[in-house]
């Protein structure tokens, strides 16, 4: 299976499943990195992991969607089985969602349902809860609002702050999104209504 991930930042993600495909943990082939930021960090990742990139900036496009086709087109091109968004910051629109329904995978920052959005450690660290962590779900028409395949607990000290906070979850999301991509591939993921199953 080809892979793809789409990112807009700095890629550790990106950079954790090409380590789990490198070490043949993952048994398929990371083909592409769509990014649609000029000067992102994860582009020299790739580069020097020799994976394809694909920079493709919305402003030259007249919509979103024909942004969205001509990122299908070269999916298509790639022979793409599965999409993996690693700090992509776009809502995937329909003309993806279409072309790649229950193949496309999200990695949040935080204990989905809650503190969904661009701000997920942030967000939790100022709400006061004690325990977060990175969650990897399914990607549908919502928000962060996909069907949930695996959930990491971080715990909150009173020493933290943003930065040390999102040390840990980092480190958290470079354990199970690995592990996801893997479970994917090897075709063990049952969705069932809002559950997923590993059979
Ligand atoms: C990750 O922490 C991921 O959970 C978050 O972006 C970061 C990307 O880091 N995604 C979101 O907030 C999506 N709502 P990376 O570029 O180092 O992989």
Do not use: W
Not at 68 to 87: P, S
Not at 157 to 163: A, F, I, P
């Amino acid at each position: 299976m080809n892979i793809a991930i789409f990112a807009s930042g700095n890629g550790s993600n990106f950079q954790a499943i090409a380590g789990a495909v490198k070490k043949g943990k993952i048994k398929a082939k990371l083909a592409l990195l769509v990014c649609d930021k000029p000067g992102a960090h994860v582009l020299k990742r790739a580069k020097k992991l020799k994976v394809e990139a694909f920079l493709i900036e919305k402003k030259n496009f007249q919509s979103k969607e024909e942004y969205e086709k001509a990122i299908v087109r070269k999916l298509k091109e790639k022979n793409i089985g599965l999409i993996a968004l690693a700090g992509y910051m776009k809502i995937v629109g329909p003309d993806i969602l279409k072309a790649y329904k229950n193949k496309i995978l999200n990695i949040h920052p935080a204990l989905l349902p809650s503190f969904k959005g661009a701000s997920g450690i942030k967000d939790a660290l100022a709400y006061g809860v004690k325990v977060t962590g990175p969650t990897v779900h399914f990607v549908d028409e919502g928000m962060d609002t996909g069907v949930i395949i695996m959930q990491s607990e971080v715990s909150i000290s009173d020493k933290d702050n943003e930065k040390s906070l999102a040390k840990k979850i980092h480190r958290a999301e470079h354990k199970i999104y690995p592990e996801v991509v893997k479970l994917f591939v090897e075709g063990k993921l049952k969705i069932k209504g809002r559950k997923v199953y590993v059979r």
